[in-house]
């Protein structure tokens, strides 16, 4: 199974960037790099995908490796409501559809 | 709100009872899965259907888990005599077919065995 490995916990301040960062050196060539984040008692939401370019939308933007071993979620401004645990997600390569999580990163914003 | 829905948003049996739970999909997608998240863990994937037919099903979805979807639209999961290791949230997605892979969940139906 293609894995990532993410920090349990990150602390940002409000107002300031944050990088999360994940590893997936298991990663196959046409596997894409999927960021979601779960908010307190909601399911996930789909925050940015990308598969070797970097990637921006109006939530995130994905800057991901040239070897595509690593990748990293830039929040450019982190508010209150990104307080969120963020999964870094590949497509399983066993299977067409379905989505690992692992444990994610629990990010805290300080106001 | 043409989000994805699932009912009930809690349930709690008492072990050995069937529980079924509903999701209804947004309506133009015709991708469907099933996951299941304990406490402190991400997401695990469970089932996924394109349209009525279930194309993959998880190793952890035990005989005592079946999932339907008739005629391609809303779609049930059914587990049969609860264990307490069955309490978890159980979220459903859904997906557009075609290149696009996000995931749209639901709230989760949040099932407590006692």
């Known amino acids: 199974d293609a894995k990532t490995t993410q920090p349990n916990s990150m602390e940002s301040n409000e107002e300031e960037p944050v990088h999360l960062p994940c590893n997936h050196s298991t990663i196959s060539g046409t596997d894409y790099i999927h960021w979601y984040r779960q908010l307190p008692s909601q399911g996930p939401e789909y925050v940015i995908h990308g598969l070797t370019s970097n990637v921006n939308n109006r939530m995130a933007s994905l800057a991901i490796a040239e070897d595509r071993k690593s990748s990293t979620l830039i929040l450019h401004r982190a508010t209150l409501r990104d307080a969120a645990v963020y999964y870094c997600i590949l497509r399983d390569p066993s299977g067409t559809y379905k989505y690992i999580f692992g444990t994610g990163t629990r990010l805290k914003v300080l106001a | 709100d043409t989000g994805v829905s699932q009912d009930p948003r809690h349930k709690i049996t008492k072990r050995g009872q069937n529980v079924t739970f509903r999701c209804d999909p947004i309506?133009?997608?015709?991708?469907l899965y099933w996951y299941r998240q304990t406490l402190g863990q991400g997401p695990e994937f469970l089932t996924y259907?394109?349209?009525?037919?279930?194309?993959?099903k998880s190793r952890l979805l035990s005989d005592r888990f079946s999932a339907e979807r008739p005629k391609g639209s809303f779609s049930t999961l059914e587990i049969q005599r609860t264990e307490q290791g069955d309490s978890a949230m159980y979220l459903c997605?859904?997906?557009?077919?075609?290149?696009?892979?996000?995931?749209?969940f639901g709230p989760g139906t949040r099932l407590t065995v006692t």
């Open positions: 997605a859904s997906s557009a077919g075609g290149a696009t892979y996000e995931q749209y």
């Open positions: 309506s133009e997608h015709n991708r």
């Open positions: 259907f394109q349209n009525e037919a279930q194309l993959e």
